[in-house]
């Protein structure tokens, strides 16, 4: 899609939008040829209007935030605008294959979403989809429709996570409109546009190596190797080095989610980005009151992506992509034989994927002694840590205040305790553990204010909590967007005390813990 540029749009005149975004421009991933997509237009959505919007994602489109005022802007992101380009530039929905908690659920694909094109600016190029636009041929039994809670959540979750120092697809906008979707209830319709450098998954490669086409896989590799890693092509093999780093990067990003509470809900191959960015917020949650084998998914019965199963699950998905790979991986060893290479491809595999604990590990340590306020690497950390989380665990312990409120103890006395103390069921437990804190603490060279300040950096004060996206989505529906609006506000800050916003960072009030989310959240 070619825009115009901020500069190019004057804010107290702007021209209809028809005109200023001009005709649809394909990225890379479209040049793979008809057999990654089926292009078609939206669904038409009836009467559709702004509910939130995100002025830095459209800069860092370089886009005018002004252009959200303008009346032919929910009719453009709504994608009703669609079923007037020409078809050589309609936008497409891509196929793609995946397991499905844990069972291989063959053809699936964008189902309810639409990449409506490419923009270039400032030395990067964004891919945009509208989700919620309606059916394609990969949509199964669904109606191709999200709904208005779905997509607020995705609208501000990206957002939070973005802020959070976590890679993650951006959101730019959400339209809604009053056309009713049946899901539990009947519930009002809504397109989130989001945006991501790629949005090429796991289960791209898994369908190639499943329909059997080493030539399509092949391709699709090489348009990731060439598009967004081009350090592997130097390597000796590479597909392999493709594989790392793509698994490495997933290390990394789970890392990340666990330092922070965070459960994705629905780790799918068809949810992981080859990029290593969160991608496809669905039943997603913070943890409140810890608990290790938290489920934030309703739908997941037997609690496969619990919290605590969010590493394990990971590693898994990578050795999915990993078998996916395995056709490419080994072509230039010159080595004759199929069954020679073949076996020579699974041991390059099979050390690439035990590179996964040796990053997680490190990386989970990392981020925990930096939550513990611990520049000083010693070794016992990890251990201190983990009996943290246990103690947490047994008392159901908030795990965004828990973190935050250790800021306040002091390596001197336990006149700081308090805040984070009471937090704790069992405080016995918590005073052991904050005695052996407090000794690890002697150790640093920092005094109590620097050490605070730093981990008030690495801990956040907010969090999107299930709690304050319902208040939001409530209010949306009776058409008082503006909770979405402050609430985002407050997520591009989490760590600043925001004093005046301190209700977003209390404890959640009684009724959320009746709340629920689902696959079809």
Known sequence: ???????????????????????????????????????????????????????????????????????????????????????????????????????????????????????????????????????????????????????????????????????????????????????????????????????????????????????????????????????????????????????????????????????????????MSILGLTIDYGPFGFVDGFDAGHVCNHSDQQGRYAYRMQPRIAHWNCYCLAQALLPLIGLNHGIADDDARAERAVEDVQAVLAKFPERFGPAFERAMRAKLGLALERDGDAALANQLLEVMHASHADFTLTFRHLSRVSKHDARGDTTVRDLFIDRDAFDRWANQYRARLSEETRDDAARAAAMNRVNPKYVLRNHLAEVAIRRAKEKDFSEVERLAQVLRRPFDEQTEYDAYAALPPDWAGSLEVSCSS
């Not at 009947?186 to 190639?208: L, N, P, Y």
């Not at 597909?239 to 994705?264: I, S």
Request: aromatic fraction near 10%.
């Open 1 to 271: 899609m070619s825009f115009s540029r901020s500069e190019a749009v004057p804010a107290d005149s702007l021209p209809d939008l028809a005109a200023t975004l001009g005709t649809p421009v394909d990225g890379a991933f479209a040049r793979l040829g008809d057999a990654f997509f089926t292009r078609l237009p939206a669904a038409p959505l009836p009467a559709p209007y702004v509910v939130g919007f995100s002025d830095e994602v459209a800069r860092m489109l370089g886009l005018a935030p002004s252009i959200a005022a303008d009346p032919g802007f929910a009719e453009l992101f709504s994608g009703n605008r669609t079923r007037d380009w020409p078809s050589h530039a309609m936008p497409y929905a891509s196929v793609y294959s995946g397991h499905q908690f844990g069972v291989w659920a063959g053809q699936l694909g964008d189902g309810r979403a639409l990449n409506v094109g490419e923009l270039a600016h400032d030395g990067r190029r964004f891919e945009l989809q509208l989700k919620g636009s309606g059916r394609t041929p990969y949509s199964r039994m669904g109606d191709g429709r999200a709904v208005l809670r779905s997509s607020i959540r995705e609208f501000l979750c990206s957002e939070a996570m973005h802020h959070l120092g976590i890679p993650t697809t951006r959101a730019l906008t959400v339209i809604g409109s009053d056309a009713p979707v049946i899901r539990e209830e009947i519930e009002t319709s809504a397109v989130v546009t989001r945006v991501a450098e790629s949005f090429v998954r796991f289960g791209h490669f898994e369908h190639f190596f499943a329909s059997d086409r080493p030539d399509l896989l092949r391709a699709l590799a090489d348009h990731v190797i060439d598009r967004f890693y081009p350090a592997c092509r130097d390597a000796g093999d590479p597909y392999l080095a493709l594989l790392e780093t793509a698994t490495l990067r997933t290390a990394d990003l789970v890392a990340q989610w666990q330092a922070v509470g965070f459960c994705h809900g629905v780790m799918n191959t068809d949810n």
